[in-house]
């Protein structure tokens, strides 16, 4: 079993749409694979078969993979009630709402819990895609950050940091997510993505290699901005989440597309070695 993880310089930089895709190349080349998010906030709910809620994101990255989306893959479920109180769900189900200083305080309970549920959950996969949520950087809040390099070292997995870079600052984005980090934790960024570029990319092969020399971390693709149907958490780009509306021939086109898109723009080979520790165990 090997593990990857995805982190973001900042919230909606395309982490969701990306595991997708990578979950779905990864299973075209023949892997067992399966998504998990340790920690996720989303008004938007799917509920599985079982009729336990979970992240659409993770749903939709399930299916990407050929299996049935669970709500293992997304065990710990925050739910804005607004006023600083969340529902908070794990494994579906709801826990209670809590204030956020009462679930600073709960949290450290759950730190078992993923342990456990992340053990079972990885039996009988090659791959393991991880999720991780907001930024790895908040250096005020993130004393335990169950979402991001927390899980990392439950699940002892690389790390890809993903920034937007049509947000602008992109450089100062990355950089200095990598300077707010701890040591061990700037140890286990293994690349860097650049996300919904516009443009042309030769003339940005001169920053990329600026910034290499920097982070001293492989840039292992400059991803274009692609119009994807398949709508993130709580709407980002402002339109609700029409998943379960979609159906599912719709949504392989959507998948197929997007894997044909990071295929010619994210180097596939780099990626396999980050994720087996260049053991050679790929397909």
């Given at each position: 079993?090997?593990?990857?993880?995805?982190?973001?310089?900042?919230?909606?930089?395309?982490?969701?749409?990306?595991?997708?895709?990578?979950?779905?190349?990864?299973?075209?080349?023949?892997?067992?694979?399966?998504?998990?998010?340790?920690?996720?906030?989303?008004?938007?709910?799917?509920?599985?078969?079982?009729?336990?809620?979970?992240?659409?994101?993770?749903?939709?990255?399930?299916?990407?993979?050929?299996?049935?989306?669970?709500?293992?893959?997304?065990?710990?479920?925050?739910?804005?009630?607004?006023?600083?109180?969340?529902?908070?769900?794990?494994?579906?189900?709801?826990?209670?709402?809590?204030?956020?200083?009462?679930?600073?305080?709960?949290?450290?309970?759950?730190?078992?819990?993923?342990?456990?549920?992340?053990?079972?959950?990885?039996?009988?996969?090659?791959?393991?895609?991880?999720?991780?949520?907001?930024?790895?950087?908040?250096?005020?809040?993130?004393?335990?950050?169950?979402?991001?390099?927390?899980?990392?070292?439950?699940?002892?997995?690389?790390?890809?940091?993903?920034?937007?870079?049509?947000?602008?600052?992109?450089?100062?984005?990355?950089?200095?997510?990598?300077?707010?980090?701890?040591?061990?934790?700037?140890?286990?960024?293994?690349?860097?993505?650049?996300?919904?570029?516009?443009?042309?990319?030769?003339?940005?092969?001169d920053g990329i290699k600026m910034l290499e020399e920097i982070i001293s971390i492989p840039?292992?693709g400059v991803v274009p901005f692609i119009d994807i149907n398949l709508e993130e958490e709580?709407?980002?780009?402002?339109?609700?989440?029409?998943?379960?509306?979609?159906?599912?021939?719709?949504?392989?086109?959507?998948?197929?597309?997007?894997s044909r898109h990071l295929r010619e723009n994210l180097d596939f080979k780099k990626i396999?070695?980050?994720?087996?520790?260049?053991?050679?165990?790929?397909?």
């Open positions: 079993m090997a593990s990857i993880m995805f982190q973001g310089t900042a919230s909606n930089v395309g982490k969701s749409v990306l595991c997708t895709g990578i979950c779905r190349v990864l299973y075209e080349d023949g892997y067992s694979v399966i998504p998990f998010k340790s920690q996720n906030m989303s008004l938007d709910t799917y509920f599985d078969k079982n009729g336990k809620a979970m992240g659409i994101g993770q749903a939709l990255q399930a299916e990407a993979c050929g299996l049935e989306p669970m709500a293992y893959m997304n065990p710990i479920l925050l739910k804005p009630c607004g006023n600083h109180v969340s529902e908070v769900l794990l494994l579906g189900n709801l826990v209670s709402k809590m204030s956020s200083e009462d679930y600073r305080e709960y949290k450290h309970s759950l730190v078992f819990e993923l342990e456990r549920i992340y053990e079972e959950v990885k039996n009988g996969f090659d791959i393991v895609v991880l999720e991780g949520a907001g930024s790895p950087a908040e250096i005020n809040i993130n004393s335990l950050d169950l979402s991001n390099m927390e899980m990392a070292k439950i699940s002892e997995s690389p790390v890809i940091l993903i920034a937007d870079i049509d947000r602008g600052g992109v450089f100062a984005s990355i950089v200095g997510t990598l300077q707010l980090l701890n040591q061990e934790d700037r140890k286990r960024v293994k690349g860097v993505i650049i996300n919904k570029f516009r443009g042309n990319k030769d003339y940005f092969s840039v292992v709580d709407g980002a780009c402002g339109i609700k989440n029409n998943v379960v509306a979609k159906s599912s021939i719709e949504k392989e086109k959507e998948f197929e597309k997007l396999y070695e980050i994720i087996f520790e260049d053991e050679k165990l790929t397909k």
